[in-house]
C-alpha cells in the first residue's frame, strides 16, 4: 500500500451530548491513492462531515477520537502537533466547501485573498499576483489579470465555486477535500465545475475525495466510490463495480431511488422507507437491518464487517458470506 | 376554462426587468414546470402570481378572476383555492409553532373557527404519512424529508385547486425524494390538483410535470409537454440544459454541450436574440430578435432552432 | 428524540446547568424574594426611629447597624430592594413592551413610518438620560413614578432598535413568506409569528438592564431626585452612609452591597440566558 496517500484505518468518532455518547463513525476503513478520485456518498447523516473535519483535524469540542489512525503520507494526523497540522491545512492538503456564496471574505478583493493564501511562499508579491491570475484563468475565469480586482459579490456563484477551486490548488496539494462542492449549483454549472475538476486533477495529478450525494456526478467523475451509511462504510470498490455490481442492499436501493436512471415517467418511484437510527442508540447488529428488504436474523445479531469480495470490492453484508449464494 | 391564465406578466425592480412578459396557462389538474438557470425569474413568477412579488404589467386570471394587484385582503378569501409550497422544508415553518399549530394555520387565517383543528391536524398528518403524535413536535425535532411533508400538510389543508412549488425537492435525499414525489402524484390523481412547479432538478420534472416552460433572462424560450421537450428540444438553452445531466452510470458518456460564458447582466440585456452570445449554434441572423411561435402546442422564441 | 418540553422549562433547566446563571437565578431570587415577603423578614420597621440607638455597628438586634436616626439598616436594605424593584421592573417591562411594538413596525410597516420612528427614537436617545432626569424632576416634583417614567422613557429606544433589527432579518425569511401565502394580516404576523422569535433577544436585554436601572434609581434617590425620604431606598442610604462616613461605614455597606449584589445577579442571569435563548446554541446541548 505505498502508493496511498491518504489510509483511514479503523476510524470510529463519538459526539459527547447530553443523551450520551453519538457514535458519529464507526470502523471507518479507506485509502485515496496518489492521483485518484475518491467519492464518498451517503444521505444526511450518514457522517461524511464528520470525516472530513476529522481528516483536517477541525472538530468540534465534544468530539472524541475512540480508535483508529488518518494516515496522511504514512504520518498519523490524529497525533500529530496542532503547529505541524497547521502547515499541512491549504498547503498539502486542501478543502472547497459546499457554499460558495459563503467561502469568501466579502470585503477584500479576489486578487488579495489569492495572493495572501500564498503566505507560506517566498515569492514577491508580483509574482504571487501572477501566480492567482494564472490560476483563475486555469480554472476558466475570463480575463483573468482584471478581475483579480474585482470582488467576490461580482461573481456569480459558478465563477465563486471556480475561484475556491482555484485558490484550493494554488499550492499544488497532494489532497483536495471537495465537499459537496457543487450541491449548491444549477445543473450546468455543476456539471461545468466537475469537468473543470477533472482537467485539472490530470494537470496537477492530486487526489481529489469527492463527496457528493449526486450519483450522477460521481459515476461520472470518480474512480473508487465508498458508501457511507449511518456512520459506517457499507460498501467500496471501484465505480464500475459498485454501480453495475452493487453488493449492499443500501447501495442497491440508492442506485434504483435515483430519478436519473428512470427514463420513462413513472407513477411511482422507488424509495426507501425508514429512518436512519439513531445514533446515540445503536441497535444490535447491522445498521441497515429496519430498513433493509432483505434482512435475515443473522443481520440482527452481529455487525456485517466490511469483507474484501473481490480485488477491490468489499462490502459489510450478511448476504454475501452465506455458504450457498441463491 | 383554464385554472390559471398568466399573460404577459412583466416584474421590474427599479429599472432591473426581472420579468420581461410571461404568459401560460394551467388546466385543472394539470402539473406544469418552470425550468431555468437560477436569476431567470422562476421564483419571481410564482410569486408574482401569489401576490407575493411586484408585477407590473400584464394579467393573472385565477378561475376566471384578475387577481395582479389585488389587496391582501381581497386576496385573503382566494388563497384557500393557491396554496404555495418554499424551498427550505424546515425555514418555511415557523419555529416557535408546535407541527399542529403549524398545519392548522390556515383555518385559523381564513378564520374557520368552528372547525375541529385537532381532528383536521390528524387528517393531515395521515395524509402525508407521519404519525399523529408529530402534532406536538416543533420544526427543528424534525428532518427535512418530515418537514417537508408537514409542509406538503399545511397546502393541502384547505383543499386548494392549485399548489405553487418552489424547488419541492430541494435539501432532500435521493431516498426521501421518491417518497415525497409520489406522495404529491398520489394527491394530485385523487384531489385534482392543479400544480406550478419550480426545479431545477430535470430528473424531477419528467416525472411530475405534464407541460414544462424553459425560463431564460425572465422570459419563456420555449414551452410544451414534458415527452416532447425530453424526447427533441428545439431551442438550443434546452438541448444544453438537458445535457447537462449525468446518469448514475459509468459507463454512460455524458454528451454535454456547454453554454458559452456568464448569464449577461439584466441591467443590459443583449440586442436581438438575447441568448445569441450564449448559444453554441447562434447563427448570423441572430442579432434579430425571435417571436414566440406556437406550433402543434409547442412554444418557441428561436430563429434557429434544433431539428 | 425526547419529549418536547415547555420553552420555559427548557430555558431554566438550561440557565440552572451553567454555573454562572445558576449563581445569577439564586441571587435574582433572594432579591425578589426579599422584596415580596419584605414586611415579614424585616426585623424592624425600616422607618421607625430609635435615636438611642443610632450609628451602632452589627449587632443581634441590629444585624447591620443603625442610621443617624437609630433606623435598622438591615430592614431598610430589605425594604429598599422592594422600592428597586418597584422602579426597575415596571420601567424596564414598560421600555420592552414599547419599544417590541415600535420596534417591529418600524421594521415590518412601510418606509415612511420606519423613517418617522427612528427619528423619535435617535431624538429620546440623544437626551442625556441624568439630564433629561433633572428636568422632568424640576418640573412635576421628585416621586417614584417620576423615576419610573423617565427611566421607561429613555430606554425604549434600545429596545426598538432591537427589535426593529430582529423583525428586518425575520421579514425576509420563507416562514414569513409562508405565512403571507396563506393570507395571515400584519398583527397575525407580527404577534404570533415575530414576536416569539424577537422577545427572547428583548428578555436577555432586559435582565442586563434591570441592575442600570436600579444603579440609576440610586443615583438618583444619592442626589435626592429620587423616592422621598424617608421612604427607603439603597441609594438613599448610599447617601446618607456617604456624609456619616467618619462616624460609621456600615451604611455604605448596607447600601452599597445589595447594588453590587443585583448588578451581578441580574446580569449572570442575562448572559445565561442569552445562551440558552439562542437556538443555534440549543440545538448544541
Known sequence: MSDSLLEIDRLSVDYETARGDLKALRDITFDVKKGEIVGIVGESGCGKSTLISSILRLTAPNTRFREGEVRFKGQDLLTLPERKMRDLRGADISIVFQDPMQTHNPVLSVGRQMVDIQHRSSASRADKRRRAAQMLGAVGIPDPEARLDQFPHEFSGGMRQRIAIAMALISEPSLLIADEPTTALDATLEVQVIERLRELQQEYNCAILFISHHLGVIAELCDRVVVMYAGAVVESGEVREIFHNPKHPYTRRLIDCDPGHIKERARVLPTIPGEVPDLANLPQGCIF???????????AGDVPPLTTLKVGHQAACWLNQMEDPV | MSLLEVNGLKTSYGNVNVLAGITFKVEPGETYALVGESGSGKTTVIRAIAGLAPAQEGSVLFDGQEIRGLSERAMRPLRKDMAMMFQDPTGSLSPRLTIRNLITEP???????????????????????????????????????????????????????????DEPTAGLDVSVQGELLNLMNDLRERLGLAMVIITHNLNVVRHVADRMGIMYLGRLVEEGTTEAIFEEPRHPYTHCLLSANPEPDPDARLEWVSLIGEPPSLLNRPKGCEFRERCPFAKDFCHNTPTWQIEHGHGLRCLAPLS | MSKPRSELHLILTGVARDPLGLMGLIIVGTIVFCALFASWITPHDPIGMNIQDRLQGPSLTYLLGTDQLGRDTFSRVIAGGQVALKVALPAVFGAMTIGLTLGMIAGYGPKWLDNLLMLFFDTIRSFPTVMFALAVVALVGPSLQTVVLVVMATSIPTYGRVARTQTLTLRNSEFILAERSMGASMARILGVHMLPNIVGVLAVLAAMDIPTVIALEAGLSFLGLGVKPPTPSWGALLKDGYSLIRQTPWLVVGGGLPIILATLGFTFLGESLRDVVDPKLRKQR
Open chain 1, 289 to 299: 437491518q429496519d430498513r433493509c428488504d432483505q434482512a435475515m436474523p443473522r443481520c
Open chain 2, 107 to 165: 383555518y385559523r387565517i381564513q378564520g374557520m373557527k368552528d372547525r375541529d383543528l385537532d381532528a383536521e391536524a390528524k387528517r393531515l398528518l395521515s395524509l402525508v404519512n407521519l404519525p399523529s403524535h408529530f402534532a406536538d413536535r416543533y420544526p427543528y425535532q424534525l428532518s427535512g424529508g418530515q418537514a417537508r411533508r408537514v409542509g406538503v400538510a399545511r397546502a393541502l389543508a384547505l383543499e386548494p385547486k392549485l399548489i405553487l412549488a
